[in-house]
């Protein structure tokens, strides 16, 4: 019988990426881009589901509404990541698309902070989050053998 577990991987310190800003690393052999946004860290698949562009390296900005005519109002800025190869529009904190949310999404895992190994520190005092590494949880199997 096999078992799904998540498996911190380390993307950086806190430090290392401050709001708005984005880091990509190549985790278990997968491209992925992690973002700060407002303070959350979210994390996607570095490859577009339209024609596999590099995703993660599109601008980030927002999408116009209008409740009336000559009304725009820019909405969620810094949280829709356009593709740069043809400009699909993705939201960075579900991956769905813009346009179609429930056809169309790029992969996307939990992410978050961990505090620092107790052994890197030489004395306990209580961990704040800006100690914390950023890191992304990814699904790795375990076979566990059942004793009969
Ligand atoms: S490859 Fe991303 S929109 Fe075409």
């Known amino acids: ?48 589901p339209h024609r596999g562009a590099p995703v993660c390296e599109g601008r980030l900005g927002g999408f116009f509404t209008a409740s009336e005519p000559y009304a725009p109002a820019l909405e969620r800025e810094g949280e829709i990541l356009r593709c740069p190869w043809h400009g699909w529009e993705f939201d960075v904190t579900t991956g769905r698309s813009v346009c179609q949310p429930e ?32 890191v992304v949880w990814i699904v790795t199997e375990n076979v566990e053998k059942l004793k009969s």
């Open 1 to 48: 019988m096999s078992a799904a577990t998540l498996t911190p991987y380390p993307v950086c310190p806190v430090g290392e990426l401050p709001l708005g800003k984005r880091k990509i690393v190549t985790l278990k052999g997968r491209s992925i881009g992690v973002f700060n946004i407002g303070g959350r860290y979210f994390a996607l698949q570095n490859r577009c």
């Open 103 to 134: 056809k169309v999404r790029v992969k996307s895992y939990p992410a978050g902070v961990e505090p620092p190994p107790e052994t890197a520190r030489v004395e306990k005092y209580d961990v704040t989050e800006s100690e914390g590494q950023v």
